[in-house]
């Protein structure tokens, strides 16, 4: 009757040791390392940086526990913060020789002291949220005016093209911040023009007006046009911010929206603020323009990306003029052309691909820059001459390598922002006082179940005991989980751990009372351990549902610390419900369930219903 078979004590078993592998490394702690990660667009970080980074150690007589390359950056990591901070200067001065214009950003970072058999096993540490392992906070404030420019000149480029591609007459566009006003000659040219941009240009309400000389066609964007394009500028900056962070390795970044116009940005294990302002500033806008031959007259000129073998850069004269701009583009890749040549595909909207047909058309044999412009400066990654009309789909081509067409590639869909940004309010929060965060954050967890461990055993004797390792194991679990996914843990998190043992040791005390229950009705102790699990798990499941629920809502519509606290939450719920049943029902079954002469329970007082003497459980027989 209470016995498992053995496949159920194996997937125990299981549970335990993996459990164990998983939790483990979250007792190793974090050593002090070094990060060293690009700092512009251009250089590109891979496994041909750690000989570099190794040698550049050596020369200075400084030892690391090793170096890797991980993902997007090298991480060295170091015995004490002494060493680290030697390490951090001389790799800072050996890797940018001109300080004003660094090529790689090198960051004090934090790294995990698991055992190499942990790591390949993919047994990793949980991620500390800021509150935890401090960290940096940004607020930034998206430039929405600039948004509306920027967006204003591309109708303006677009409206320039309608009217040539249909022939119709008109003076010039002067763009402002709010819609542009095109001059044509008379009413007939306006009324042909307002019928064309109403078509073109749905977005913008189109007025004729008188002028001085000929009439006057004045769009103006409407009210739902400018919500539009304020959130798509927010949008699409956010998910510039994540491809930026996430390609320096920063542990679990939080990049979130905050009313409007705002991203809050936090960068946990960062302490350097500078370096941080640096990983933020990383984001580039991109534009392609015309070549102009003559530098004098061009409205811009910006350096040339530099070859292999090059050391002194080419100025590139640009036209005003942009032809398209990042937020037009819909792809990038790098591929093979006609003659076998690696070559760079390109993939522009619609709107971007009329004005490319246009330019193209009429400037055949010209040179055409890609400009990719960060922290102010613009660097022209790609000149190539238009051999024939495209528009939308079209192809790079030049005396490229493979590895050249795959970072053009990755330079051109991932840096565009919409918008500008700028920082309104930093704080950095200090690893101690993280520290300290976490120390009160464990001693509450601990001090509280030690106080239900207490309860449980002195109340319920052996089953307490029992339902007390099933607590064990339910945190065992929940941390193991946790880790497994590397989610983030915040001091929300560990209150909702706090919250789950107290909610885990619930459905412990309505198994407890329901076995009680049965043995005052005279059943045996076999059959009130059988009735016991098996009539409490109905009421169980009902009440974690019901909480569960809560929690999906919580994880659905909360965000930053409430959703921290409902994620732990729901998979405390999970582990609960199999440990408190499955794995306390075997720890029992193993106890008692071979017995088969079984007279007594170890389960404290058993309480008569008439409120008399309370008889002792060994009474309590078949």
Known sequence: MNRYPWWKYAILGLALVIGLLYTLPNFFGESPAVQVSSGKSTVKVDADLVPRVQQVLAEAQITADFVQFDGGSVRARFRDTDTQIKAKDTLARALNPDPADPRYIVALNLVSRSPAWLTRLRALP?????????????????????????????????????????????????????????????????????????????????????????????????????????AQALAQNIETLHKRVNELGVAEPVIQQQGSDRVVVQLPGVQDTARAKDIIGRTATLQFRLVEPDTAAAAETVPQRL???????????????????????????????????????VRLDDVAGRAMRNVTRENLGKPMAIVLYEKGRGEAISVATIQGEFGTDFQITGNFTAQETADMALLTRAGALAAPMEIIEERTIGPSLGAENISKGFQSVIYGFAAIAVFMCGYYLLFGVFSTVALAFNLLCLVAVLSMLQAT??????????????????????????VREELRAGASPQVAIHKGYEMAWGTILDSNITTLIAGVALLAFGSGPVRGFAVVHCLGILTSMFSAVMFSRGLVNLWYGRQKRLKSVSIGQVWRPDGGIPLPVDEAKA
């Open 126 to 230: 949980m991620y500390l949220g800021l509150d935890l392992r401090g960290g940096v906070h940004f607020l930034m404030q998206v430039d929405m005016r600039a948004a509306l420019k920027q967006q204003v000149d591309t109708y303006g480029s677009d409206a320039r093209n309608a009217l040539r591609e249909k022939r119709v007459r008109f003076g010039g566009i002067a763009r402002d911040s709010n819609g542009l006003t095109i001059s044509l000659p008379d009413a007939a040219s306006a009324d042909t023009a307002r019928g064309l941009m109403a078509d073109r240009l749905p977005s913008m309400q189109w007025t004729v007006e008188t002028a001085a000389e000929g009439v006057r066609l004045v769009g103006r964007l409407s009210p739902k046009a400018v919500n539009d394009i304020g």
């Open 307 to 345: 070859s292999a073998g090059e050391t002194t850069p080419r100025m590139v004269g640009l036209k005003r003029e942009v032809i398209g701009t990042g937020e037009q583009l819909k792809q990038a890749s790098a591929t093979i052309d006609s003659n076998q040549r690696p070559a760079v595909s």
């Open 489 to 514: 843990l915040t001091l929300p998190g560990i209150a909702a751990i706090a919250l789950t043992l107290g909610m885990a040791i619930d459905a412990n005390v309505l198994i407890n009372e329901r």
